[in-house]
């Protein structure tokens, strides 16, 4: 589903109603509430009336006027109350959609895995995840029980004010839409402006991130400073587009307030020419009495104040809209779609894997990484998928994930279409290794229970002594339980990517996918670490993708990779003596010449 114009925001606010179905019994509550609240304001209008009318113009003593004076303190009392569990009631409505908003972002990009997201800045999807999910809060809290309170609580007042003086009821209702009216007139363009606003703040989050994690390489080139010129250029056009934002939720306050003014004082000229005796329509062939009209008055404000809330409110909808367009682009992203019956794969069975004329391309077909690739690849054997950068070597991997599906062919587990299976209950018997290993702020041995949670203290030992982990946090001030901070800082590369191996054991999965493991690594560091994955892959399934050739020759099966397509595929020995690419690519390293990483 593709995002909506910015100049029709019609499907975007029917989406958003439908976030509301979860969390309709607050919205509902909140307007119930706020309808008591209504009937109590006519109750407080009437003893304050009767209150002044007793005092003044009866000239009743204390005595008389003390139960309605302990009555009123009663209303007002729980017309605070009331007030207080109408916002409780809306402040849930929208933390739940939000919550529910948020696990939807976090489970759609989890679906969709690196190939949907692509090259999407991963400031931008956190600011969708955060700041413009936050800002659908007020649609639901204040916005949508606002809508229906905003006829049902006049409608009520003016039920009241009808017997009395029909003029008074008819002259209430006429002005009444003036509010709404423009309301709606000010806010069309508060949508687009908002949507605006958001793609700004998008982008200044994206630059942001990228700043901080570029640090280190900006200041290595003198540029860091520099830098500073450009957070400042995006932060003044975010700070520009909030200003637009803010001047038309002021300008639009300010023009409500001036008509609601404009029609209370038009009814209070009514009462007033009526009392003079200027006016003598409008009360069924009676004369009004000062309590009558003193009620009539004190209720036309809090007639007008839902339209006035309404307006209000108003600009919390453009702006809700706004985050919605933000929000729609990344329920746009691809996804893996399960059709039919899902079938699982068993750990311990037989892991024979096919790759049947796959082929996958990027945006949209228009980008082949994968051409027609056929290959098999039997249960317990390793393999080795060899070729230069952009050969598609990580895009196998990827799809062996289930981050993505091929354009067109299939891939086959045991003799089962891979599209068709639980991607959870497949992902639990895969352990992926990248040349960039993914560590998080903790401790390590945090880091390496996410292979196994719920592993014993025996496995988790057995786990970080086979990648040898033991060797370098014995040195370490806490051990094993030293805190490390993002993406392994406080550890160098080897170190690094021998936690990821550790936490990869540890999951004892049955297919193991190597992607670079040892890209960027001295010689020895590399031997300890490929030694350690051949110990724990026996008996397991290994697919190895690699430019570096010095332990080819240890792996059951190699498949060189050559513009997407396979150039060629046999044993180690059966590739030398056909003299082809492989033998180029030893010649080239035997000369020195290494592939250029990653893929």
């Known amino acids: 589903m593709n995002s909506p114009s910015s100049t029709d925001t019609r499907p975007l606010v029917r989406w958003l109603i439908s976030q509301a179905k979860s ?9 119930g509430i706020a309808f008591l609240g209504g009937l109590l304001v006519v109750l407080q209008a009437r003893l304050i009336a009767d209150i002044i009318h007793g005092a003044f113009m009866d000239r009743l003593p204390r005595e008389e006027l003390l139960p309605m004076f302990t009555l009123l303190a009663i209303v007002i009392a729980i017309r605070a109350f009331l007030q207080w569990a109408k916002e409780v009631s809306g402040f849930q409505a929208g933390a739940r959609v939000r919550e529910k908003l948020r696990m939807s972002i976090l489970r759609h990009l989890a679906e969709s895995g690196p190939i949907g997201i692509g090259g999407r800045p991963a400031g931008a999807l956190a600011s969708v995840a955060i700041e413009q999910v936050e800002a659908v809060h007020g649609f639901f809290a204040d916005y949508l029980p606002q809508l229906v309170i905003a006829f049902l609580v006049p409608i009520t007042l003016v039920a009241f004010v009808f017997p009395i003086s029909w003029a008074a009821g008819a002259l209430l209702l006429a002005t009444a ?54 957070i400042e250029k995006v932060s003044e056009q975010y700070r520009l587009q909030t200003m637009k934002v803010l001047k038309v939720a002021f300008l639009s306050a300010a023009v409500l307030e001036f008509f609601s003014s404009f029609a209370i004082a038009m009814t209070a000229i009514y009462l007033g020419m009526s009392f003079l005796g200027y006016i003598n329509f409008g009360t069924y062939g009676t004369p009004l009495t000062f309590a009558d009209g003193l009620f009539i008055l004190i209720l036309a404000p809090d007639f007008y104040l839902p339209l006035r809330d309404l307006g209000s409110h108003f600009h919390v909808r453009a702006e809700a809209v706004g985050a919605a367009g933000e929000i729609q682009k990344v329920f746009a992203l691809p996804v893996k779609k399960q059709e039919g019956v899902i079938p699982t794969w068993q750990k311990g069975h037989p892991l024979n894997i096919r790759f049947e ?13 994968l051409c027609d690739v056929d290959l098999e690849i039997q249960s317990g054997k390793r393999l080795a998928i060899v070729g230069a950068s952009g050969s598609g070597k990580t895009t196998i991997g990827r799809l062996l994930l289930t981050f993505g599906q091929p354009s067109d062919g299939r891939i086959l587990i045991n003799g089962v ?20 290993p993914v560590l998080f702020h903790g401790t390590i041995r945090e880091n390496i229970r996410v292979g196994n949670p719920d592993a014993s203290k025996e496995e988790f030992e057995a786990a970080a002594t086979a990648a040898s982990v033991n060797v370098f946090t014995d040195r370490l001030p806490h051990g094993i339980d030293t805190t490390i901070g993002e993406h392994g800082s406080g550890l160098s590369r080897g170190q690094a990517q021998q936690v990821a191996l550790a936490r990869a054991f540890l999951k004892n999965a049955s297919l193991i996918l190597l992607d670079e493991p040892t890209a960027g690594l001295d010689s020895e560091t590399e031997t300890k670490i490929m030694d350690a994955i051949f110990r724990f892959c026996k008996g397991r399934t290994l697919i190895f993708m690699t430019h570096r050739l010095g332990r080819i020759h240890e792996v059951d099966q190699i498949v060189v990779l050559a513009n997407g397509k396979v150039a060629e595929q046999g044993t180690f020995e059966e590739l030398i003596h056909l003299r082809g690419l ?7 390293l035997n000369e020195g010449v290494l592939f250029s990483e990653g893929t």
């Open 357 to 369: 004329n796959v082929h996958y391309a990027f945006d949209g077909g228009r980008n082949a990484v």
């Open 417 to 436: 279409d891979l599209s068709t299976l639980d991607p959870e209950s497949w992902q639990k018997h895969v352990s992926w290794i990248g040349q960039h």
């Open 177 to 230: 839409p003036m509010v709404p009216l423009f309301m709606v007139l000010i806010g069309m363009g508060a949508e687009s402006i908002s949507q605006r606003n958001f793609q700004a703040l998008s982008r200044m989050s994206a630059h942001f991130l990228d700043i901080l994690q570029g640090l280190g390489t900006l200041k290595l080139f003198g540029r860091s400073r520099a830098e500073t010129g450009s």
């Open 582 to 588: 492989l033998s180029q690519f030893l010649t080239s």
């Open 23 to 31: 969390v309709c019994l607050w919205i509902f509550l909140s307007i």
